[in-house]
């Protein structure tokens, strides 16, 4: 049935569509994706389908309005790159044009389970399978809400429409453009449907910590049987989603998330998006059981009996699914726990010179935070021949609108007040770098986050790194004390010190963008490079 609102929000855009769905069920979606020849059903239950053109996001080709809102708040530049406010209003009269004569679908949703701080969010969709997309990353309103359901930000979504860049002032035909006045978000050009919920999730960035003096955070979440919040920074690769699936530990979240002034940590979605690149139930029991109806899979090549090729990259090494949260059984009530006890900072460092655990400090949980440091290898990307180390603001730079020092003082105001231990974590390489080194035992890893959520590190001695002055503990419960300091794990210490200082040059190179706006603490904490370094 289609929503009255649903009809007066097309007209307003002037929108004339040809039929219009309102809030279908997934498994209505499902037959009308199948029935366009849009998806096929896989012997898992779920459908697969193909983004086109776009496997992933395409940062450079995503813009936020600049005005008199933005113009002073936003960190313009290469991540968040100015558009018009005219040439936005032409864009989206010319993508509300573009869907006249076609099916639409709309959903009515919520971003944020905390009922203070969610935003209601309407998304139009040219295709249903992006519909379902939404209804499983966003929370899902009561039958009463929908009934009034009003909503504060509108997403219009037309992967089949194709910009003009001389025209309409993109860089390319594609384009996800945010304009926090006009309250909407328009993407095209791109069936990639991490567009929608990173959009939706850039806004949250702006709106919260700018206007709610509420932390928005990329990042995972779990809490302990007695309450414990637990919170996993890191980027793509480094383990954020496999850590924060312990069965001993219930899920909050996968991806993002605030902290409120409340002390609650909450839940931006309602879904999970994994990657699914080589999955299997043995590595990833949850995800893997997670794939049944409902779920969607992107870009994956299925064997003759529709069974999934998960070890095959041959469309992208980007291959996901997106399913509902309570497609994962051990899932926190409600999406919301008290304030955290320990958060961790995880990275993958393929020079191997970063110890697997450390505690960080104050200034160096800010520096680590804003620095966001993991690393590439070879093989991951084209024309990647050695480690590349890559540094995204707060763990999520392309999605955060604000200066990183804005997030940085906020997390460590929330920190001191909490009282958290800040652990760094190297899930990466031990015994030389990529290549000759070997990646991290998860076996240890997982201990080493356990013992720290437990208390069992704090008794324990630490020494201080000579570069990059993390302190290391001498000992943890089942795991060898040899690879703790990760020098030790070395054949070669004066190679192992050649190492380090490149990567602390790396860190030091990287931070003169933010050195104006850090504090005396923060700076302090940078990784010193060793006197006669080559």
């Known amino acids: 049935m289609t929503s009255k609102n649903h009809l007066e929000a097309l007209d307003a855009l002037h929108i004339k569509a040809r039929e219009v769905f309102s809030n279908l069920h997934p498994d209505v979606l499902e037959a009308h994706s199948i029935s366009k020849n849009m998806a096929v059903r896989t012997a898992h239950g779920a459908i697969a389908i193909n983004t086109g053109t776009f496997t992933g996001r395409s940062p450079e080709d995503r813009f936020i309005v600049k005005d008199s809102l933005t113009e002073d708040a936003v960190w313009w530049g290469a991540i968040n790159k100015p558009f018009e406010p005219g040439k936005f209003q032409s864009l989206k009269v010319k993508i509300c044009n573009y869907l006249n004569d076609k099916d639409i679908y709309i959903r009515d949703a919520y971003a944020g389970a905390h009922p203070s701080y969610r935003l209601s969010v309407r998304v139009i969709n040219e295709y249903p399978w992006s519909n379902q997309f939404a209804g499983n990353m966003f929370i899902q309103p009561s039958a009463d809400e929908l009934a009034d359901f009003q909503s504060d930000w509108t997403v219009i979504n037309a992967p089949g429409f194709l910009a003009d860049p001389e025209v309409d002032g993109t860089r390319q035909s594609n384009f996800a453009i945010i304009d926090f006045t006009d309250k909407s978000i328009i993407i095209g050009g791109t069936g990639y449907t991490g567009e929608i919920k990173k959009g939706i999730f850039s806004a949250l960035n702006f709106i919260l910590p700018y206007q709610k003096d509420v932390l928005s955070m990329h990042c995972s979440a779990n809490v302990g049987t007695q309450g414990d919040t637990s919170i996993f920074f890191g980027l793509s690769g480094t383990g954020k989603t496999t850590l924060s699936a312990d069965p001993n530990r219930r899920l909050i979240g996968d991806d993002e998330h605030g902290w409120c002034s409340d002390n609650t940590i909450f839940n931006f979605e309602g879904g999970c998006y994994a990657k699914v690149i080589d999955l299997s139930a043995d590595k990833e029991p949850d995800i893997f059981n997670a794939i049944r109806p409902h779920a969607i899979l992107e870009n994956v090549i299925l064997n003759s009996d529709g069974t999934v090729k998960f070890e095959d990259a041959t469309i992208t090494q980007n291959t996901r699914v997106s399913y509902p949260i309570d497609h994962i059984a051990n899932i926190q009530p409600g999406s919301m726990a008290e304030n955290p006890k320990n958060i961790f900072f995880l990275t993958a460092d393929a020079y191997g010179t970063l110890p697997p655990i450390s505690k960080l400090t104050p200034g160096q949980a800010a520096y680590h935070f804003i620095s966001g440091y993991t690393a590439k290898v070879a093989g991951t990307e084209e024309g990647i021949n050695e480690p590349k180390a890559v540094f995204s603001a707060c763990f999520g730079a392309p999605f955060m609108p604000l200066h990183p020092t804005y997030y940085a003082n906020m997390l460590a105001s929330k920190m001191e007040a909490a009282g958290v231990n800040v652990w760094l974590v190297n899930t990466g390489w031990t015994g030389g770098p990529y290549g000759t080194g070997k990646r991290m035992s998860l076996k240890h890893t ?68 933010f050195e104006s706006e850090a504090t005396k603490e923060i700076l302090e904490a940078a990784p010193r490079v060793l006197v006669g370094a080559k």
């Open 446 to 513: 997982r201990r080493m986050i356990t013992a720290a959520m437990q208390g069992e590190l704090d008794a324990v001695s630490y020494i201080q790194h000579e570069v990059f002055g993390l302190y290391m503990p001498t000992s943890c419960p089942e795991v060898p004390s040899d690879i703790l300091d990760p020098k030790n794990t070395w054949s070669n210490p004066e190679e192992y010190d050649e190492y380090a200082n490149e990567l602390a040059l790396k860190f030091s190179n990287n931070f003169k963008q």
